[in-house]
C-alpha cells in the first residue's frame, strides 16, 4: 500500500460519511514528488471534526507520516482539512479545521490536538488544490470547492513572507524557493512546481544573486546536497533581492 492510500484509508476509517474529498496539492501535484517533498494533502469534510476524530487522525498521522529526523524514515504528511461549509460560499480569511504536520510532532505526541484557527494560507492551497484537480478520493475539486479570488490570493502571498523569512537560517532551501513561487505567481497568477519558479525568477534576477536560488533548485531536484553553512550570507542577500522584486511588482 502506498503513503497516499494509507492516509485515504485512515481518513476514511475516522470520518466516515463526512469525508467529502481527499486532494493532492504541491509537489505531488505540479510536477512530480522530488527527494526533499512533503505529501501535501487537502481534506474537505462535512462540519468540523470532533475531539475523537482529531486524535484519531493525529494518532493514526503519526504512525503513517516519516519523521525528517528519522534517516529512511517515510514522507512528511502535511494534511489540512476544511469543513465544506467554512470556505462554500468563500470568505476570506477562510476557516482551516485541523493540520497536521511533522514540525508539530513533538507536542502532538504530548497529547496536543491540532485547533480551528483562520488561516489566510489557505487561499494558495485551495488555488493549488483546484489547478492540480488530483483526487486520492470524492468528486473533482472543483464539486466542493469555490475558486479563490485573484486579490485574496495575492494578499495570502504578501500576508506569508513575514513568517517566511524568519525560518531563512533554518530551512533556506525551501524559503528561497517559496520566494521565487510567490513571485511568479504575482506576476503571473499560476502556481507552478518550486524548480519551475526558480528557474523563472533565476532568469530575471540579477547575476549576483542567481547562485543561491540555482543551489536551492538543485537540492529540491535531488542533484545537490541541503548545505548552506557557507552559503547563508548570499542567500540573505537573495532572499532580499527576492522580497524586493515581490514588493515592488505588488505596489
Excluded: C
Excluded at 464539486?143 to 495575492?154: A, I, K, S, T, Y
Excluded at 531563512?168 to 505567481?185: E, G, K
Amino acid at each position: 500500500m502506498t503513503q497516499e492510500a494509507a492516509v485515504a484509508d485512515l481518513l476514511r476509517a475516522v470520518l466516515g460519511p463526512r469525508l467529502l474529498g481527499v486532494y493532492r496539492h504541491g509537489s505531488a501535484a505540479l510536477g512530480g514528488l522530488r527527494p526533499h517533498s512533503d505529501l501535501d494533502i487537502l481534506v474537505v469534510t462535512e462540519g468540523n471534526l470532533n475531539s475523537a476524530q482529531r486524535r484519531a487522525l493525529v494518532d493514526g498521522l503519526l504512525a503513517v507520516s516519516g519523521d525528517p529526523r528519522v534517516p529512511g524514515a517515510q514522507r512528511p504528511v502535511e494534511l489540512s482539512t476544511v469543513a465544506q461549509t467554512d470556505v462554500r460560499p468563500w470568505r476570506y480569511p477562510p476557516t482551516r479545521d485541523f493540520q497536521y504536520g511533522e514540525w508539530v510532532r513533538d507536542d502532538y505526541e504530548r497529547g496536543a490536538l491540532p485547533t480551528s484557527v483562520p488561516d489566510p494560507d489557505l487561499a494558495v492551497l485551495i488555488t493549488m488544490t483546484l489547478q492540480a484537480d488530483s483526487p486520492l478520493f470524492g468528486p473533482p475539486p472543483a464539486d466542493l470547492l469555490d475558486p479563490v479570488p485573484p486579490e485574496h490570493l495575492r494578499g495570502a502571498l504578501l500576508d506569508g513572507i513575514t513568517d517566511l523569512l524568519t525560518e531563512l537560517d533554518s530551512d533556506t532551501r525551501n524559503v528561497l524557493l517559496r520566494l521565487a513561487r510567490v513571485w511568479m505567481t504575482l506576476e503571473t497568477g499560476e502556481i507552478r512546481a518550486k524548480s519551475e519558479a526558480a528557474s523563472w525568477a533565476i532568469d530575471r534576477l540579477p547575476a549576483e544573486h542567481r547562485p543561491a536560488l540555482a543551489h536551492a533548485s538543485a537540492v529540491y531536484l535531488g542533484d545537490a546536497e541541503d548545505a548552506w553553512a557557507d552559503r547563508l550570507p548570499q542567500a540573505h542577500d537573495t532572499a532580499a533581492a527576492l522580497v524586493g522584486e515581490i514588493l515592488q511588482h505588488s505596489a
